[in-house]
């Protein structure tokens, strides 16, 4: 566990500061879903990305290796905007190498990243038996309806 955080005092009109370190508890301690205020607050304003995946050699979707004009990226199975806002899902979980892929930026990267439906399969596979209960009814519903895995080019077999 990770523990810093710096606090900024003013200490003159023309922006002098000076820093002090308090401690605080930072990431989410493994977890792979937000609670119901960290959801909250994430719907607000979505977190920043921190990938720390290495890249793989070639593209994971097409199995060919990256250009100068479609370089190779880090991209998410599961979106941000999926993951967060209707899944509940941490920012620490999303940026795991469970849900990095290696892809072209220009012609595999969104070929990379699954749907709703496709997350909740993924999830799923993933041994998700149940989804917080703070989630709007229609995720809820949708949670319940989607029984199967997604199939294995949507697990991240790609």
Sequence with gaps: M??????VRRLGTHGNHKM??????VG????MFLDGPEWLTYCKRK????IRTSKAAVCQVCGLPGSSENPLQN???IGFDVGVID???????LDSEKNIVTAHRRTCNKQSELDLKGSMGRLRNLGVKELP?????AIQEAWGAAVEPCPARERGAM
Excluded: E, K
Aim: charged share 20%; hydrophobic share 40%.
């Design 2 to 7: 990770r523990i810093s955080l710096i606090i």
């Design 20 to 25: 002090s370190r308090v401690q605080r508890t």
């Design 28 to 31: 989410f301690g493994g977890r």
């Design 47 to 50: 977190p920043v990305r921190y």
């Design 75 to 77: 991209a998410h199975i």
């Design 87 to 93: 899944l509940g899902m941490t920012p620490d979980f």
């Design 133 to 137: 209960r703070y989630l709007q009814a």
